[in-house]
């Protein structure tokens, strides 16, 4: 890139650029130098942007790494504290508790009731089934489960 389309660039790219200073470096640089100019700016934007889909992918990915990490960590206590009869434990600066919880688990799809499915999208309505079984209306395909997890504060 010549130098003034490196500053361009650096304008552009920064957001930092008034109109009338575009103007000026355009011009100032020749019909020519501006066409190719404009061509490195859009390749080096190009570039730029398969670099940052390649960054997001990666961290994308160490999200998903570390979203894995907690719930094998939250695992492992859950664990640790169900076999060793445990409720309540105070760990250093946390308070570790076991909460009881209910939630939904759907043996069959196929077999919930269209009520239960969101229509616009072909969504089960855990929230609403869970409702009507702790009311007392049995679910086909669906039923009540008790589950435990871990809550630190």
């Given at each position: ?44 934007f ?23 990490a ?52 072909p ?31």
């Open positions: 890139m010549t130098e003034q389309a490196k500053y361009l660039y650096s304008l552009l790219e920064n957001g930092d650029i008034e109109e009338q200073v575009l103007i000026d470096t355009i011009e100032s640089i020749g019909a020519n130098e501006k066409l190719e100019s404009y061509v490195y700016i859009q390749k080096q190009e570039a730029d942007i398969e670099a940052y889909k390649k960054e997001k992918i990666r961290l994308e990915n160490k999200i998903k790494t570390c979203q894995n907690i719930l094998k960590m939250k695992s492992a206590m859950l664990d640790f504290m169900i076999c060793s009869g445990l409720n309540k434990i105070k760990a250093g600066t946390f308070n570790l508790f076991l909460r009881d919880f209910e939630s939904i688990n759907i043996a069959d799809p196929k077999k919930i009731p269209p009520e239960y499915i969101t229509p616009s999208d969504k089960i309505d855990k929230e609403g089934i869970k409702k009507a079984i702790k009311n007392g209306t049995p679910i086909p395909g669906a039923e009540l489960v008790k589950n435990k997890s871990i809550i630190a504060k």
